[in-house]
């Protein structure tokens, strides 16, 4: 299965500032994911990270408060914008390496907004 | 849309003994799959068990085995001789065929292993 390396593992932010999360993976994988995962709850899907073009966002998400990059088949990064303490989550990374293949999921990045 | 519910926000089981989670679903789609992930405290989310709609065999991976009653989309996980790192969060989640990969979860259920 595929190893994913999710940085940084937790941050401590400051309201009204942003933070950008990396996701690489040690093989080229057909689609990458960003969920996030409020306190005590479920994971919800953010968006889909397409290589060489716009992310596709799930309701609820806009491209303005989570931009997102994917400049290759191994590398994605999210940003979150404007951070409030609303954002204090944990964030995922997943990668689909194909398509009959279950996704699998890097360590999370606990953020807390202050 | 398609959604997946966990009816037990927490079970218990004593160490050695055999529990069972729940899992419904909802969707139109004919092609799909189902999984079951563990997420401890570590949050890593551990991929436990997957079954492919198109299976009527039950899909089992040493200790961990599933009901899958396509009819009823009921997706239950049985866990056997259940050990003190069996204790987590597992999520139940849904991924249709053509959703090109998203995944839809249930809310999640903890368990708590008793020694």
């Known amino acids: 299965s595929a190893v994913i390396s999710q940085k940084p593992s937790r941050d401590i932010c400051q309201r009204g500032t942003s933070l950008t999360i990396q996701c690489q993976v040690d093989?080229?994988?057909?689609?990458m994911f960003w969920y996030r995962q409020q306190p005590g709850q479920s994971l919800t899907l953010i968006a889909t990270?397409?290589?060489?073009?716009?992310?596709?966002?799930e309701s609820g998400f806009v491209i303005d408060k989570f931009p997102i990059s994917r400049p290759n088949l191994t590398f994605s990064t999210l940003t979150v914008s404007n951070m409030s303490p609303e954002d204090s989550s944990i964030y995922l990374c997943?990668?689909?390496?194909?398509?009959?293949?279950?996704?699998?999921f890097g360590d999370g990045t606990r953020l807390s907004i202050l | 849309a398609q959604t997946v519910t966990q009816s037990q926000p927490e079970m218990s089981v004593q160490e050695a003994e055999t529990v069972t989670l729940s899992c419904t679903y909802d969707?139109?789609?004919?092609?799909?799959?189902l999984f079951w992930y563990k997420q401890p405290p570590s949050r890593q989310m551990i991929l436990v068990i997957r079954?492919?709609?198109?299976?009527?065999q039950n899909a089992t991976e040493n200790r961990f085995s599933v009901n899958f009653q396509k009819a009823a989309k009921s997706f239950s996980l049985k866990i056997s001789d259940s050990q003190l790192g069996d204790a987590a969060m597992y999520f139940c989640?849904?991924?249709?065929?053509?959703?090109?990969?998203?995944?839809?979860f249930g809310q999640g259920t903890i368990l708590t292993v008793h020694p």
């Open positions: 997943s990668v689909l390496p194909g398509k009959n293949q279950p996704q699998h």
């Open positions: 079954q492919e709609a198109y299976k009527q």
């Open positions: 990270a397409n290589q060489g073009s716009e992310a596709t966002y």
């Open positions: 989640a849904y991924r249709g065929g053509t959703s090109y990969g998203k995944l839809t």
């Open positions: 969707t139109s789609e004919s092609d799909y799959y």
């Open positions: 093989s080229q994988v057909t689609m």
